[in-house]
DNA sequence: GTTTGACTTAGATCTAGTCTAATGTAGGAT
DNA sequence: ATCCTACATTAGACTAGATCTAAGTCAAAC
């Protein structure tokens, strides 16, 4: 079914119920779940797993470079399963939910050497903020 | 000494010692500071102050427009009194440093209607990330 | 000088996330 | 097939950051 699965286990990744679990969940649906979303559909599955053990995985998802971290404000971060598209996001003011967008150009290139204050800059986000249209609506 | 304590009293808005506190912490400095930040700061000016009026404060301070709220990870929001002249950031990955920064481009143009997904996209930020000249050499 | 509604306070509470010590188990060795 | 053990999981305590509450205070309109 997924690729996913068979890409950790090819990393010596120690697979046990819990993490496959959590990656099934992650895989399946490409929304921008929180931690708590993911640990809510991970029970469904498999009753006992603890909310521990959803972060510690989500945790190690993110450093294996499978997963990626998103906090766009102080609400719970987000896990984006799309990690292997380069994209940004929009992000709706109101409830909270996240598309993968993809703009033109490169901000990158945008930030010329003066501004960049001895930093070594590596990556940028760029997120757009509005209403999507059911909080539009309202 | 600042126009923001005249700009907050000409919109009516009731002038106490906590908030005069407050405005001037952000005022004097112009650099990101956490909430508790400002708190430590006003306490030596006010002893008595709350940590309640401070977050009251510095909210009613982003809701009149004079003050950003920046919440580029899950670490504290910090508080950015450069209200008045757009721009973004950049952020040490490592010790979450702020500096403002000005990059050419508007992201805003950067996003095709079909990328929008019905949203009513108001407003971009594009934050750099990587390691300040600190946490590079360390 | 009074009045009053807005402001401030200490401390409880909430949410998201991390840590710990005890227990369980995947998967290599035998 | 079973045994080991290093790694994984668990429940629940803990933390940081932020918000809420109810009681007390005070700026400013009169």
Same mark, same amino acid.
């Given at each position: 079914?997924?690729? &996913?699965? %068979?890409?950790? /286990? ?13 990656? +099934? #969940? =992650? ?18 599955? &498999?009753? %006992?797993?603890? /909310? ?13 470079? +499978? #997963? =990626? ?70």
């Amino acid at each position: 079914m997924s690729d &996913l699965l %068979e890409r950790l /286990r090819g990393r010596g990744w120690r697979m046990t119920a819990q993490r496959r679990v959590v990656a +099934e #969940v =992650l895989d399946g649906e490409h929304v921008h779940l929180t931690a708590d979303e993911v640990h809510a559909r991970a029970v469904t599955k &498999l009753p %006992e797993i603890s /909310r521990a053990t959803v972060y510690n995985t989500l945790g190690e998802l993110v450093s294996l470079g +499978e #997963v =990626l971290e998103v906090a766009t404000d102080k609400r719970a971060k987000r896990y984006d399963p799309n990690a292997h598209r380069p994209h940004h996001h929009l992000v709706c003011a109101r409830c909270g939910a996240i598309r993968d967008v993809h703009p033109t150009g490169n901000p990158l290139a945008d930030l010329p050497d003066t501004e960049r204050f001895g930093f070594t800059v590596s990556d940028v986000e760029v997120t757009y903020r509005g209403l999507c249209p059911d909080c539009a609506g309202a």
